[in-house]
């Protein structure tokens, strides 16, 4: 019996040591290891994440593009030159002759408008950034027209800053379709969105080779894309969700890039000489939020307690090393009327918070319940319950997803981190400063400072006022203001730390660079 | 004379009605009948109330399915149209007798991460994790059984020791350690496996699905470059999670052929001079051969159930990791999918294995 089973064993060892090799990925194809959860479909005007925005953006042109280094100064994709009526309400912008989709079509003005079109009516999370311009399922079709083969017309209903506009249109939502290939797999009205889901019909240096949601994406390049044929021929979007596993392949060569790894494997990989590590800035930060309907919390000298209840300096080294740097101020590091340094206004003084307690009526401290939004969340939500007790905070650390609750404003504190696609100020503002209606009916989930439970008039005029004007300098006072008063009212969102999303790269991989709003591109990657 | 006397008696009084009056015993097909329309009517009954345990569960936990559809930054507009699509906005035992018509017609509804219908996701996935638990199967009754075994036979002995320590590190080590170890060693340090999914990536897509069973549509398409590939990247997971099952297989194995080797049949055989090994295999192994395949079928279910760490682990795209990622993401149609295959699972198993019982031990017929 023994014999039997040694020798089984041996056969299956043979069999599958005959294997040629486990070997590193091949030098024309890209392997990218990482979490696949969460992207229900690929349909560009139903993305909702960051993973998903990335694969779009590889499958679709957009009209103009930004660089990963450079998120102010627009460029040309499918669009070649772009113009601005005097009056800023009208922006015309001159298609490229020369792109077709993989179907063989032609990218014409109509494709662009369909797409912007569509966006709009499916009403989906990818209408958000271009519904904010006032376009509706009602007047999109007049709005966004194809004057010729080539010229796209895009008529705002309102003034709106035109750069706003330009910028939502590099979104990886406003991907452009084949029109008719898509709607020749329409069903039931659905704008080919249940086709598109796992289906492409771009003209993207890529096409979509095989989907199976969570598990793998494949990608072939495109021969004859317009900007030359990428010099991978394959990228694979592999599924590795266990980070300890992830970077075992990252070190053997088996995978190429690596996202969403644990910091002590990001860590050890950065004492790797074959690896770099690219923190992309997002634009989004680590929060706590106070939530308003709470009489003891609504206190300002309780707010305020809360800036200097948190060690944050202890953990910016270590849990946050690569997933965010110190920062406290609503506008990120880097934006127009962002300051030039932000990490001084909430430093960590116990003595100080307990006092502020003490004024504020609660001279033995003061009990409350803290969610961390989810699993991702969780130490930094330990360690701020540790600092906070030496406040006199005694937080009771509920764990779990949160999100929900935090949507409908049950929660005491939360513990949460954000993030924004359009590269302004306004994006974020409107998260952090705006709430035109702070009613329970409103519910205004998508603001977070109506999840917050404050309506500050001042700020939402600001926000009104950053949307519409037109120059730059203007819209520099605007936000350095709004930041003042921001910082200054001891809001219930407490800011302590901006995101960056952490990317492993191969030393030997050249020209991938982790975008802030998410939309990576592949034409330009090669292998050493 | 006396056990055929006491038979028709007990017959007698089997078919004993209300009234105390003796019917003739029912005709063998009708009893048969009988036994298989209870059998059914239990199994509808088990899979309604799993139905209303999962669906309880789905509706009850503090999760919100619109924002796993949409996403968290969602404007009220489209929450509410999505809301109102789902009929979240009915009452719960409208939206209970939905589900359990929906489920009759196998439509479980779709899965707000995936985007596909839950019954499509399974059938895509299925096939993975039972692979996957084939292959420990394999592995635990190969060792587990000799081993149980052998330990029964040489009882008190080192050997006996040794297999009890198997069992035990078995049973209390964290599979995710094991998995991480093993990876780095068989993957990392010694290259003779692959470390994630069913297969290297260059051979992603390259095999038509038609059992869906990877090593066997390579296998079918003579892609033995893939078949080599999948094997490759199954043994090690495969092997794991087998091994986790040996502690119970092996332990319950030892525990019969103690039994039996207590038994007079077993003294009687070897006062005649029979060798040891023929008394074991030949008279005591077929004695418990019926029981051991009980263990099998439960520690099957089993490891369907408990592939979920390994499945994770390895990034092996099963029925584990769907779970998993649908409790993670408050996915419930995925969550109550997945729980009601895992339940109709381990019910067919319990049918199948009652059946081969009354098939090979005719005492219990």
Do not use: C
Not at chain 1, 11 to 30: D, H, W, Y
Not at chain 2, 104 to 125: E, H, K, N, R, V
Not at chain 2, 277 to 286: G, P
């Amino acid at each position: 019996m023994l014999k039997n089973l040694l020798t089984t064993i041996a056969l299956a060892g043979a069999l599958v040591t005959a294997q040629p090799s486990f070997a590193a990925s091949p030098p024309n194809m890209l392997v990218i290891g990482t979490n696949l959860t969460g992207i229900r479909t690929l349909d560009p005007a139903q993305n909702n994440a960051r993973t998903v925005s990335e694969l779009i953006s590889n499958l679709y042109d957009n009209l103009v593009q930004l660089s990963p280094d450079d998120l102010k100064t627009l460029k040309p994709m499918l669009a070649t030159k772009w113009t601005v009526s005097e009056d800023g309400r009208l922006i015309t912008l001159t298609l490229r002759d020369d792109a077709v989709f993989q179907s063989g079509n032609a990218v014409t003005a109509e494709d662009a408008a369909w797409s912007i079109q569509r966006v709009i009516k499916m009403g989906q999370v990818g209408s958000t950034d271009v519904a904010l311009w006032g376009f509706t399922s009602e007047n999109v079709d007049k709005l966004v027209r194809a004057k010729d083969e080539q010229t796209l017309e895009i008529e705002l209903p309102h003034a709106v800053n035109t750069d706003l506009v330009l910028y939502s249109l590099a979104g990886s939502s406003i991907g452009i379709i084949d029109k008719k290939t898509a709607l020749s797999h329409e069903a039931n009205g659905d704008l080919a969105g249940a086709w598109l889901s796992a289906n492409s019909a771009g003209s993207g240096p890529f096409t979509l080779a095989q989907w199976r949601p969570n598990d793998v994406a494949i990608f072939n390049a495109q021969k004859n894309y317009w900007a030359g044929p990428p010099a991978m021929a394959r990228v694979v979007a592999r599924h590795i969700p266990e980070s300890g596993n992830l970077r075992l392949q990252l070190e053997a060569g088996d995978v190429d890039v690596g996202q969403y790894l644990a910091s002590g494997d990001l860590d050890a990989l950065a004492n790797n000489k074959e690896m770099v590590i690219d923190s992309v800035p997002g634009l989004g930060f680590y929060y706590i939020a106070l939530n308003q309907k709470d009489p003891d919390l609504q206190k300002p000298k309780v707010r305020e307690a809360f800036q200097h209840a948190f060690d944050w300096k202890a953990i910016s080294g270590n849990i946050m090393r690569y997933t965010g740097f110190p920062w406290h101020s609503m506008i990120p590091r880097g934006m127009i009327g962002a300051p030039q340094d932000a990490t001084s206004r909430h430093d960590y003084d116990p003595a100080k918070a307990k006092q502020l307690l003490a004024e504020a009526g609660y001279p033995n401290g003061l009990k409350k319940v803290l969610n961390p939004s989810g699993a991702a969340t969780l130490p930094f939500a330990e360690a701020l319950q540790a600092s906070a007790r030496a406040a006199g905070l005694d937080l009771n650390l509920v764990p779990g997803e949160f999100t929900p609750a935090f949507r409908e404003r049950k929660y005491e504190i939360l513990l949460g981190n954000s993030g924004a696609r359009l590269p302004d100020p306004f994006a974020v503002a409107t998260q952090y400063a705006y709430n035109p209606d702070n009613s329970d009916e409103a519910r205004l989930g998508s603001y977070y400072l109506w999840r917050a439970g404050m309506k500050v008039d001042e700020l939402n005029t600001l926000v009104d006022q950053s949307m519409k004007e037109p120059d730059a300098g203007k819209r520099t006072e605007i936000f350095q203001k709004m930041d003042g008063i921001y910082s200054g009212m001891n809001a219930p969102l407490v800011i302590f730390f901006q995101r960056t999303d952490p990317y492993v790269i191969r030393a030997n991989v050249k020209g991938y660079h982790g975008h802030t709003t998410w939309s990576t591109r592949w034409h330009g990657v090669t292998k050493e | 004379m006396a056990s055929a006397d006491l038979t028709s008696k007990r017959d007698a009084e089997r078919n004993l009605d209300e009234d105390g009056l003796v019917h003739a015993p029912s005709h063998p097909l009708a009893m048969a009948l009988r036994r298989l329309a209870g059998r059914v009517l239990a199994v509808i009954t088990t899979l309604l109330g799993l139905l209303f345990l999962t669906f309880s569960m789905g509706r009850l936990l503090p999760a919100d399915p619109v924002l796993a559809i949409t996403g968290a930054e969602v404007s009220k507009e489209v929450y509410d149209r999505v809301y109102n699509e789902l009929g979240l906005g009915r009452p719960i035992w409208a939206q209970f007798l939905d589900y359990v018509q929906k489920v009759a017609t196998g439509d479980l509804g779709t899965s707000a991460t995936t985007g596909q219908p839950i019954l499509t996701d399974l059938l895509t996935i299925f096939p993975a994790t039972i692979e996957l638990a084939v292959i420990a199967m394999i592995v635990g009754a190969l060792v587990g059984v000799p081993l149980g075994i052998t330990a029964a036979v040489r009882r008190g002995t080192i050997i006996d020791h040794i297999a009890r320590i198997i069992a035990l590190a078995g049973h209390s080590i964290p599979i995710f350690w094991t998995g991480l170890m093993a990876l780095f060693v068989f993957y990392a340090k010694l290259k003779l496996v692959g470390a994630s999914g069913r297969v290297d990536v260059f051979y992603e897509g390259l095999v038509t699905p038609v059992t869906g069973f990877l090593l066997i549509d390579s296998a079918i398409e003579r892609q033995w470059d893939v078949f080599r590939s999948a094997l490759g990247h199954i043994i090690l997971p495969g092997t794991i999670l087998g091994y986790y099952s040996v502690a119970y297989i092996s332990r319950m194995s030892r525990s019969f052929m103690l039994e039996q080797l207590g038994q007079e049949y077993i003294t009687t055989a070897r006062a005649k001079g029979l060798g040891l090994r023929k008394v074991v295999w030949r008279h005591a192994f077929r004695n418990i051969r019926v029981q051991l395949l009980t263990i099998m079928a439960l520690t099957f279910g089993g490891l369907l159930e408990g592939a979920v760490l390994i499945e994770t682990v390895f990034g092996w795209p099963g029925l584990g990791q769907y779970l998993t990622r649908g409790l993670q993401m408050n996915d419930m149609n995925v969550v109550m999918g997945a729980v009601l295959t895992i339940g109709a699972v381990f019910l067919t198993i319990n049918i199948l294995s009652d059946v081969l019982y009354r098939i090979l031990d005719p005492r219990t017929r």
